[in-house]
């Protein structure tokens, strides 16, 4: 019913930037919380940045000062701004989604994951 896409991947030298772009579809009545989390390799996942509906954001202390999460409600979208970024950022980052969806006027409240999109940070 729900899907997200996440993209935006890729290869960078310590120092350097990428966007990370997150699209939720399907059908979706409304989204709460949207959040980043990453997984490196041989470690757990963990939670990089989190958005509420109404723009409150929080961040795991490495990554604050480098990283920016924002949404854009209109578009169901989500965006990871990763600035300065560290070999220590080389994971795979996965867009987490809390969802009410519709369907013939039932509502149900669900978790979603996209797939993933490997950052990989390195000279």
């Known amino acids: 019913q729900v899907q997200l896409v996440e993209s935006g991947g890729g290869l960078v030298q310590p120092g350097g930037s990428l966007r990370l772009s997150c699209a939720a579809s399907g059908r979706i009545f409304s989204i709460y919380r949207m959040a980043w989390y990453r997984q490196a390799p041989e470690k757990q996942r963990e939670l990089v940045a989190a958005?509420?509906?109404?723009?409150?954001?929080n961040y795991e202390d490495s990554v604050k000062g480098r990283f920016t999460i924002s949404r854009d409600n209109a578009k169901n979208t989500v965006y990871l701004q990763m600035i300065s970024l560290k070999p220590e950022d080389t994971a795979v980052y996965y867009c987490y989604a809390r969802i009410t969806t519709v369907h013939a006027a039932t509502f149900n409240n669900g978790d979603y994951w996209g797939n993933g999109t490997l950052v990989t940070v390195s000279s």
């Open positions: 958005i509420t509906g109404g723009g409150s954001t």
